[in-house]
């Protein structure tokens, strides 16, 4: 039998004619049979649109859709939906690769139109293949994902990829964390086109927890905090719970601040607007750096940030002493704060903080004068040259009280030189000279080593005075005591003049002034 569609238009109304006839030595071709199921699909597709819903052969003809029933292909209903199925030869026709017989799209079965935040999607969505017809597909077991359409920042949990059953994927344990409106899901699947499902809204669940969206910033006593509190009230998934409407009340945290310190607002109890409690006018009498507010409503709480109440500038304080040093070195930082009266660091002061020490002020170097950050000033490069005990640095700045360091020591550095502390005089030949030299073991700023007992000698300087002459004394090598030799009945045997004498202790040597014999 071969078959023969075509389709006559009249006036806006397609009618499909199915004309076929027997040629018992012919089977029909895939062309045919693809023609003709596709007629059926169209036919079903106009009825649907005029009526509704789809229609068994007997619809289609009667509406005028078909000249009469196919002998290729039959409708079968199911449920709501209908499926074209083979008959006869075409049962045993291949169908050609561009009319699919597998699922065409997706459905979604049901969405509800509003879900609370954090808890299940309750009815599942569920999502239906379907083949181009609108029939369930069955035997379909294909794997289903869902996903946030239009999420506008929300996240979807749960198992969003799931094998249908029987045509239908269901998706169980979904749910939504952020609050808002115009969500939809989208649902896609190998070999079909990706769709969406109708709007949802998500709203917030139940309160369960304050929150200080704004935490008050550091104030001064008994003047409006420069920001003010500002307090939500949120449900699980820190959605804002806008209908929420019980009052929260502002205190400040127990053991937070000084005793007897004192909150006051406009009013410590504020009804939320659109679930959010705005604070005017807070302020707090006393200084501290340690306080707190806690907001309560509901049976809930919650606490701010730490802030700090300060009082305005009045002294200074060294807050981080200087070390025992050594003289020429850099001495550890010092660093001074400025204070109010109750010992609150002044974060805001643009002070400018001079140094300066108690005693032996020319040896001090570096920078002694530095402004102050964030209520600290800190002088990172102080030296003192001479050594001494009992230095101290006094701190002062504009219309503040001066402070002065705790006492420390400046030692002497290592053995950098001799020097003679007191010179040779001129004398006569193998006459001991009546000023007799003394040399003191320095370090490179001149400080004497007190502590040095190393032994000194004495002996002339190559190229002075006479060639040959000799020098002797009545003792030398001669030990130091405290940091010093000094040489006695010294003399030199022949006349010159020139003459300098070299002492040298280790590595460090020191040369004398120019003096003559005759």
Same mark, same amino acid.
């Given at each position: 039998?071969?078959?023969?569609?075509?389709?006559?238009?009249?006036?806006?109304?397609?009618?499909?004619?199915?004309?076929?006839?027997?040629?018992?030595?012919?089977?029909?071709?895939?062309?045919?049979?693809?023609?003709?199921?596709?007629?059926?699909?169209?036919?079903?597709?106009?009825?649907?649109?005029?009526?509704?819903?789809?229609?068994?052969?007997?619809?289609?003809?009667?509406?005028?859709?078909?000249?009469?029933?196919?002998?290729?292909?039959?409708?079968?209903?199911?449920?709501?939906?209908?499926?074209?199925?083979?008959?006869?030869?075409?049962?045993?026709?291949?169908?050609?690769?561009?009319?699919?017989?597998?699922?065409?799209?997706?459905?979604?079965?049901?969405?509800?139109?509003?879900?609370?935040?954090?808890?299940?999607?309750?009815?599942?969505?569920?999502?239906?293949?379907?083949?181009?017809?609108?029939?369930?597909?069955?035997?379909?077991?294909?794997?289903?994902?869902?996903?946030?359409?239009?999420?506008?920042?929300?996240?979807?949990?749960?198992?969003?990829?799931?094998?249908?059953?029987?045509?239908?994927?269901?998706?169980?344990?979904?749910?939504?964390?952020?609050?808002?409106?115009?969500?939809?899901?989208?649902?896609?699947?190998?070999?079909?086109?990706?769709?969406?499902?109708?709007?949802?809204?998500?709203?917030?669940?139940?309160?369960?927890?304050?929150?200080?969206?704004?935490?008050?910033?550091?104030?001064?006593?008994?003047?409006?905090?420069?920001?003010?509190?500002?307090?939500?009230?949120?449900?699980?998934?820190?959605?804002?719970?806008?209908?929420?409407?019980?009052?929260?009340?502002?205190?400040?945290?127990?053991?937070?601040?000084?005793?007897?310190?004192?909150?006051?607002?406009?009013?410590?109890?504020?009804?939320?607007?659109?679930?959010?409690?705005?604070?005017?006018?807070?302020?707090?009498?006393?200084?501290?750096?340690?306080?707190?507010?806690?907001?309560?409503?509901?049976?809930?709480?919650?606490?701010?940030?730490?802030?700090?109440?300060?009082?305005?500038?009045?002294?200074?304080?060294?807050?981080?002493?200087?070390?025992?040093?050594?003289?020429?070195?850099?001495?550890?930082?010092?660093? !001074?704060? #400025? $204070? *109010?009266?109750? @010992? +609150? %660091?002044?974060?805001? =002061?643009?002070?400018?903080? /001079? &140094?300066?020490?108690?005693?032996?002020?020319?040896?001090?170097?570096?920078?002694?004068?530095?402004?102050?950050?964030?209520?600290?000033?800190?002088?990172?490069?102080?030296?003192?040259?001479?050594?001494?005990?009992?230095?101290?640095?006094?701190?002062?700045?504009?219309?503040?009280?001066?402070?002065?360091?705790?006492?420390?020591?400046?030692?002497?550095?290592?053995?950098?030189?001799?020097?003679?502390?007191?010179?040779?005089?001129?004398?006569?030949?193998?006459?001991?000279?009546?000023?007799?030299?003394? !040399?003191? #073991? $320095? *370090?490179?700023? @001149? +400080? %004497?080593?007190?502590? =040095?007992?190393?032994?000194? /000698? &004495?002996?002339?300087?190559?190229?002075?005075?006479?060639?040959?002459?000799?020098?002797?004394?009545?003792?030398?090598?001669?030990?130091?005591?405290?940091?010093?030799?000094?040489?006695?009945?010294?003399?030199?045997?022949?006349?010159?003049?020139?003459?300098?004498?070299?002492?040298?202790?280790?590595?460090?040597?020191?040369?004398?002034?120019?003096?003559?014999?005759?």
């Amino acid at each position: 039998m071969v078959l023969l569609v075509g389709v006559v238009i009249v006036g806006l109304v397609s009618t499909v004619i199915v004309i076929g006839f027997r040629d018992r030595n012919k089977p029909p071709t895939t062309a045919a049979c693809d023609a003709d199921r596709s007629a059926l699909l169209r036919a079903e597709q106009r009825f649907h649109d005029d009526h509704g819903r789809y229609g068994t052969e007997v619809d289609l003809v009667a509406a005028g859709l078909l000249e009469r029933a196919s002998p290729l292909h039959g409708v079968t209903m199911i449920g709501d939906s209908y499926d074209v199925v083979a008959t006869h030869a075409c049962a045993g026709v291949t169908p050609s690769a561009t009319v699919p017989t597998a699922a065409m799209h997706l459905v979604f079965n049901s969405v509800p139109d509003t879900v609370t935040a954090g808890r299940l999607i309750d009815p599942a969505i569920a999502v239906t293949l379907r083949n181009e017809g609108g029939a369930v597909l069955p035997d379909s077991n294909a794997e289903v994902t869902i996903s946030l359409d239009a999420a506008n920042g929300a996240k979807l949990s749960g198992t969003t990829t799931v094998r249908a059953v029987a045509g239908v994927a269901t998706f169980a344990n979904l749910a939504i964390d952020k609050a808002g409106s115009g969500y939809s899901f989208a649902a896609e699947a190998s070999g079909t086109t990706a769709t969406s499902s109708s709007h949802v809204t998500v709203n917030p669940g139940i309160p369960a927890r304050l929150r200080f969206a704004v935490s008050p910033s550091s104030a001064t006593p008994g003047v409006v905090f420069p920001t003010q509190p500002v307090v939500d009230v949120e449900d699980v998934m820190g959605n804002v719970i806008e209908n929420a409407t019980d009052p929260i009340v502002l205190a400040i945290t127990d053991h937070t601040g000084p005793s007897g310190a004192r909150l006051a607002c406009e009013n410590v109890s504020v009804v939320p607007t659109a679930g959010v409690a705005r604070f005017g006018g807070c302020q707090i009498n006393a200084a501290g750096t340690d306080y707190s507010l806690t907001a309560t409503a509901m049976a809930l709480d919650a606490r701010s940030d730490t802030f700090a109440v300060i009082g305005p500038a009045t002294k200074l304080v060294v807050v981080q002493q200087p070390a025992q040093a050594v003289a020429g070195e850099t001495l550890s930082p010092t660093a !001074v704060a #400025v $204070e *109010d009266s109750a @010992g +609150n %660091v002044v974060t805001d =002061s643009d002070a400018t903080v /001079t &140094l300066t020490v108690n005693q032996n002020s020319g040896s001090l170097t570096g920078t002694t004068s530095v402004a102050v950050v964030n209520g600290i000033a800190t002088f990172p490069d102080l030296t003192i040259a001479i050594s001494a005990t009992n230095y101290t640095f006094t701190t002062k700045a504009a219309g503040l009280k001066t402070a002065t360091s705790a006492v420390f020591d400046v030692a002497t550095g290592p053995a950098a030189q001799l020097v003679f502390t007191r010179q040779p005089s001129s004398g006569k030949v193998s006459k001991s000279w009546s000023t007799q030299p003394i !040399v003191t #073991v $320095e *370090d490179a700023f @001149g +400080n %004497v080593l007190v502590t =040095s007992v190393d032994d000194i /000698t &004495l002996q002339l300087t190559a190229g002075g005075g006479t060639p040959d002459a000799v020098l002797v004394c009545a003792e030398d090598p001669v030990a130091a005591v405290n940091g010093a030799s000094g040489f006695t009945s010294c003399s030199i045997d022949l006349p010159g003049s020139g003459y300098t004498l070299t002492a040298t202790s280790g590595m460090v040597s020191g040369v004398s002034v120019p003096f003559s014999i005759v």
